[in-house]
């Protein structure tokens, strides 16, 4: 898959990835997921998206070669590989924050190193092909246990852990309301997950009808279609006694409905991070001392957020990029034990060949789509 500028994606031929670095292994992947964040690169919404790059950071495969300094992988291994590229040995990742690797990306002020997200996130070639080169190989992928399923496998990779981890930035107590906007499959699992954690109320916000019904079935949430109200905070207010919520997780990011000025200024002149009106919203909904958890991706420029509202009321935010990895152990048990079933989001399998459908059919919403895999090729 390679980029060819906003809305346009295609299949072409690509020289096959090398070892370029004695910690490198290329996989030949088997499985591959096309993500929401992946549609703001689509969109033309993240600066530095440059033509002919592949995009993809949801991917498993097997390990095909391996550079001569690889010592935990060898040849034939099955392998999931989280979206994070990280060395695991510099001031972060000593410090489990992988996501903020600073020996993998130019850009390292911010983001570490992503899988086909931008030259903001380092330029890697990702996953949406039938090869991917892996660097610091001996410590990003884990090989996949006998008992996972692949659909599982691959969507442990960055939606889930994802979603976990925006659960787990709420710091939910016992008994806490939740209010999670947007029902995008990392939207999901952070409701589902928010009942893992304590949650005595789950909410979940969203304008699509498909979408909110499987946050009742997937996460047993309440639900409300922001397009049925005048004014959704208002409504967040009545349904808690006038306070507010104790938890709010923002799942939408960079192109939350509701601001055309924003939609211009982000693809046509990159002026912007994103539309706020989602965080905003979070801002709004939730009581004075409550804690908002921002899992939205957002570009790296201006957005216009109400943030004296947050100091004012006394929120605390917490965000970052997931650092799958460190969520790995915890999220293996619950998926084991059937508490989380992450392929039961999985709605279309797409054949590599067939991508820029996928990408069409995932970016306008249709048939119910909810999470596209990415196979390699037609059955």
Not at 199 to 204: H, N, Q
Not at 284 to 309: C, E, H, N, Q, W
Request: aromatic share 8%; with cysteine; charged share 20%.
């Amino acid at each position: 898959m390679v980029y060819r500028g906003p809305y346009k994606v295609r299949v072409e031929e690509k020289e096959r990835p090398a070892i370029e670095h004695p910690n490198d292994a290329i996989v030949k992947v088997q499985l591959a997921a096309i993500c929401g964040s992946d549609l703001h690169l689509y969109h033309g919404m993240m600066p530095d998206t440059r033509i002919g790059h592949t995009f993809g950071h949801e991917f498993i495969g097997v390990v095909d070669e391996v550079g001569s300094s690889v010592r935990n992988l060898a040849v034939g291994d099955r392998v999931m590989v989280p979206f994070n590229i990280f060395c695991g040995t510099c001031w972060y990742c000593a410090r489990g924050l992988y996501s903020n690797c600073h020996n993998v990306n130019p850009n390292a002020t911010a983001v570490g190193g992503i899988y086909g997200y931008s030259h903001t996130t380092g330029g890697y070639d990702g996953g949406q092909a039938e090869y991917v080169r892996v660097p610091f190989a001996d410590v990003g992928p884990a090989k996949i246990p006998d008992w996972m399923a692949d659909e599982d496998a691959v969507l442990l990779t960055d939606m889930t852990a994802t979603g976990y981890f925006g659960a787990q930035l709420g710091d939910i107590v016992q008994g806490d309301v939740v209010v999670v906007f947007g029902a995008g499959p990392v939207g999901l699992v952070a409701a589902r997950s928010a009942w893992l954690m304590g949650a005595g109320r789950v909410i979940v916000i969203d304008h699509l009808d498909h979408r909110l019904e499987k946050a009742r079935t997937f996460a047993q949430a309440e639900t409300y279609n922001f397009t049925e109200y005048a004014d959704i905070v208002l409504e967040m207010k009545k349904t808690t006694d006038f306070l507010g919520a104790d938890v709010a997780i923002e799942c939408v990011g960079a192109e939350a409905d509701g601001d055309f000025l924003q939609h211009v200024t982000s693809a046509k002149l990159k002026l912007q991070g994103g539309s706020p009106v989602a965080l905003n919203w979070a801002i709004d909904s939730v009581r004075k001392g409550a804690t908002i958890s921002v899992m939205g991706a957002y570009g790296p420029l201006f957005s216009a957020v109400k943030f004296g509202d947050a100091m004012n009321k006394g929120l605390t935010i917490h965000t970052n990029q997931c650092p799958v990895k460190r969520q790995w152990p915890r999220l293996f048990e619950h998926v084991r034990n059937g508490h989380l079933r992450p392929s039961e989001l999985a709605t279309h399998r797409v054949p590599l060949e067939h991508i820029a459908e996928g990408y069409h059919m995932f970016s306008a919403k249709l048939d119910g789509i909810i999470k596209p895999l990415v196979v390699p090729t037609a059955a």
